[in-house]
């Protein structure tokens, strides 16, 4: 958590800070570690697991349940948090960041370097943000699911966690297109989207129809000055 207080700012300068990880770009992992001290490393992840449950007796499939949480500014996005100089690793920081945020759920795995998968920075707030997905079992996705009210941060930096439907109903918008018209920190919807593209949990004409959506939305609450 990086404390700023949006509301002693006058709105055009809390918009820009709103819109600096639009100028984001992607750097290889060695070059962002290289960056030098004024750079602030934040990590974060994707926790997902194959759930055999279904929605309706059985009609829609969930086929895997997908951890995001509720932040504390009322946007979504994948636990983890700010890794600081100490930590021997960003994924100790990350590690550290999860039993935080979730709780003692998280004891039984470890986010490891074999589980990154990209990093973006913002060069005007000198922020570089890794990017993890973890696989695990549903079992393990599940004590961390009971264990998360227990944890240190829950009630302050952490509102509650909350699964991902993949689905889509009849109606064209319920489910994975509903979900997304939420407000989320930073990049994570992008994020999100290509990581379940790139799992192969969602086909790559779906991924392009619901950014199309989100494009057109971002569009929509733009011009009613939201
Ligand atoms: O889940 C995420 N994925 C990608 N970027 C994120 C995520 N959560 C936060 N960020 C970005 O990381 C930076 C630090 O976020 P913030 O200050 O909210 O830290 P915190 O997550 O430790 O509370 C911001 O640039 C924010 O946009």
Known sequence: LVVWCENLLPNHVSGQK??????????????????????????????????????????????????MHMRFDGRLGFPGGFVNDQCPSLEDGLNQELLNKLGEGVSTFSVVHTDYRNSFTDAKSKVVVHFYVKCLTLEQLQAVEARAPLAKD??????????????????????????????????????????????????????SVLKKRIAQHKQLLGLIGT
């Open 18 to 67: 709103q819109s600096s990880m639009a100028t984001s770009n992607k750097v290889e992992l060695a070059e962002a570690l290289a960056l030098g001290p004024a750079w602030r490393h934040f990590s974060y992840v994707m926790l997902y697991a194959p759930t055999p449950r279904a929605l309706f007796g059985g009609r829609i499939p969930l086929r895997y349940a997908v951890l």
């Open 154 to 207: 829950y009630g302050l930096e952490v509102f509650g966690l909350v699964r991902v439907p993949l689905y889509t109903l009849h109606d064209g918008v319920g489910g994975l297109p509903a979900f997304l018209e939420n407000s989320f920190i930073g990049t994570t919807r992008e994020q999100l989207l290509d990581a379940l593209q790139d799992l192969e949990i969602l086909d790559p004409q779906t991924v």
